[in-house]
């Protein structure tokens, strides 16, 4: 197989540049998004220094055809969503700047994603998750306080590993009960949370942070056991070890935002707060979690109704 390299494209790295400094794009999504296009180099059998050749005189055909055999190989709709709108963003930013004309992607169409529900815990289940945080925390131990803390949070308000893992001590606001979230592409919302999250990032602040903080702990909210900043791996082992403590089913952490956004419509919240909360850009996106409710109160009308 022909291997690309992509540092040899100036194409590539002006796009590079679009995606991070213009549009404010996430690295992981700028490296995805690079990567499919350094895929289809490949695809097209170009050489390091024949990369921008190749991608200048690609037609329709070319990409109908990389994307038909990628299906052909059993990748997921996912991937082949991605791939597609990462040559369609492509195209359309070389053709708007005038590096490529005309666009051979205009037309293109791509799989949709696959519309897979998300895994969401119960009420009984995030009750006990949430009851072994706080009675493990009884301990005083730092890092279970923390845990409890990070939990708690996470299921509040709805926000992704990540963005918990970059809240600094001034973002949150214990008095006001809301926290500062910058999400993808640096936006600001300021996320709304309740008494049991506010106690457990009381307790954690009270009586865990001061026992780990270090001359490298600098502003950040939560810490790991040697006063940096906690990873988000640190708070994936938790969220398992606190699944396995509890008896649920193991979940990653993701799962908890999506528990909070079915368990806030399922309780009554409108889409659209729905939407602030949790920094969708798009309704479509948040309107997910209205299939999860659906499902949810249909398993319970068959299960409980006498003429389901």
Not at 8 to 18: E, I, V
Request: one cysteine or more; charged letters at 25%; aromatic letters at 4%.
């Amino acid at each position: 197989m022909v291997t690309t390299d992509t540092t040899a494209s100036n194409l590539l790295a002006a796009f590079q540049g679009h995606l991070r400094d213009e549009r404010g794009l996430s690295g992981n999504t700028v490296r995805a998004y690079v990567g499919d296009l350094a895929h289809l180099g490949t695809h097209l059998g170009a050489s390091a220094g024949e990369l921008d050749d190749a991608l200048r005189g690609v037609s329709l055909a070319d990409l109908r055809t990389w994307l038909a055999t990628m299906a052909a190989e059993g990748l997921s709709r996912t991937t082949l969503a991605r791939r597609g709108a990462a040559v369609r963003a492509f195209y359309g930013w070389a053709a708007d700047t005038g590096r490529i004309e005309p666009n051979p992607a205009i037309r293109l169409a791509s799989a949709r994603p696959a519309s897979t529900l998300p895994t969401v815990l119960s009420a009984t289940d995030i009750t006990s998750l949430l009851d072994v945080a706080r009675t493990r925390a009884d301990d005083g131990d730092p890092i279970h306080l923390r845990d409890w803390a990070a939990v708690e949070l996470l299921y509040a308000t709805g926000m992704r590993v990540g963005e918990l893992a970059g809240v600094d001590l001034g973002d949150l606001d214990l008095d006001e009960r809301l926290v500062r979230v910058v999400g993808k592409g640096d936006k600001e919302r300021m996320v709304p949370f309740g008494v049991p999250a506010a106690t457990a990032a009381t307790e954690w602040l009270e009586r865990g942070r001061p026992g780990l903080v270090s001359g490298e702990t600098g502003a950040a909210l939560l810490l790991g056991r040697r006063g940096q900043r906690v990873d988000q791996r640190q708070i994936r082992e938790a969220v398992h070890e606190l699944c396995r403590l509890a008896g649920v089913e193991e979940i990653a952490p993701h799962a908890l935002r999506h528990t909070a956004a079915t368990h806030l419509l399922t309780g009554g919240s409108d889409l659209r707060s729905v939407q602030e909360v949790l920094g969708h850009a798009s309704l479509a996106t948040t309107q997910r979690y209205t299939h999860v409710s659906a499902e949810r109160l249909r398993a319970a009308y068959h299960l409980a109704h006498p003429r389901a």
